[in-house]
């Protein structure tokens, strides 16, 4: 099988289709293996390191595709700090083109966040990962009392479990064609989302619907979703022709690299598809 390489993106690996290995783990994100919890955490707090649930997503097939922790300031807190996996199924490795289902896992050993699972889509065309909103799909949080690794195993397949529905909306997507005015008015609302001020936002919200490669040319409701979202989260648009309220020229739009704002960002951004979707039933 021939190996797919590219830019690595929010610590995915080189490879499309190999889990990541412990030591690329330990590259990415090596607060995942932490032996011990921050000194901040209270005596209730249950320590256990987020890589005590890898073997336990294994046996159910699920393996770590990619591995991101925040950047941290406080020294004290690195090797503690809030981190993200990413896991794919082991039978869905193969996969080539279209779209796999992913499991996405945030957690921290300093008192920054809980266990958090959401469900995630990662798009082969764009090498992009979506990480859906919490309306429909199950977005469970578990606090670091009484914790236990069985229970990261017992949420996940929740969220499995809905995977087809996932899978489901997708098509839904790909089989509706947007009005131009439609795309427009969800390129506004993104950019509002991404940028606050549009006065002051670094291009105009028709520039997000710029597709950055041919097979992204298209106006249904699916691809218009991801390319305002590669572009809102990837950055690096210049606009040309508009300029600051003193006549400058604007910047280059940047990428959005902190977990959490990426994870918000891409929820805000699918529930404003489907929100656009539901006003035409």
Request: net charge positive; hydrophobic share 35%.
């Amino acid at each position: 099988m021939r190996t797919t390489h590219y830019r690595t993106l929010g610590g995915y690996g080189n490879s499309l289709h190999a889990a990541l290995s412990p030591e690329q783990l330990r590259t990415f994100a090596p607060s995942v293996f932490a032996d011990a919890a921050h000194t901040r955490t209270s005596s209730r707090y249950s320590f256990l390191p987020t890589s005590s649930i890898l073997d336990g997503m294994a046996g159910e097939g699920w393996v770590p595709v990619a591995a991101q922790e925040q950047t941290v300031r406080d020294q004290s807190r690195h090797g503690f700090q809030k981190h993200m996996l990413r896991f794919a199924h082991r039978d869905d490795l193969t996969r080539t083109s279209g779209e796999r289902a992913e499991i996405v896992l945030l957690n921290s050993h300093d008192r920054s966040s809980a266990y958090q699972l959401h469900a995630g889509i990662f798009r082969f065309v764009c090498m992009n990962g979506l990480v859906l909103c919490d309306e429909t799909f199950t977005r469970t949080s578990i606090k670091h009392q009484g914790f236990k690794p069985s229970m990261v195993i017992e949420a996940t397949m929740e969220i499995v479990d809905q995977i087809p529905e996932i899978m489901d909306g997708i098509q839904t997507m790909k089989g509706r064609t947007l009005t131009d005015g439609e795309r427009g008015a969800f390129a506004e609302a993104a950019a509002i989302v991404r940028f606050g001020d549009l006065e002051k936002a670094p291009v105009r919200p028709a520039m997000l619907l710029s597709p950055q490669r041919t097979e992204d040319a298209g106006n249904d409701a699916w691809r218009t979703l991801n390319v305002v979202q590669e572009n809102c989260v990837r950055g690096g648009q210049r606009d040309r022709f508009k300029r600051s309220a003193v006549g400058k020229r604007m910047p280059k739009s940047r990428a959005v690299t902190g977990i959490e704002g990426n994870v918000s960002l891409n929820k805000a951004l699918h529930h404003l598809a489907k929100q656009l979707l539901a006003m035409r039933n």
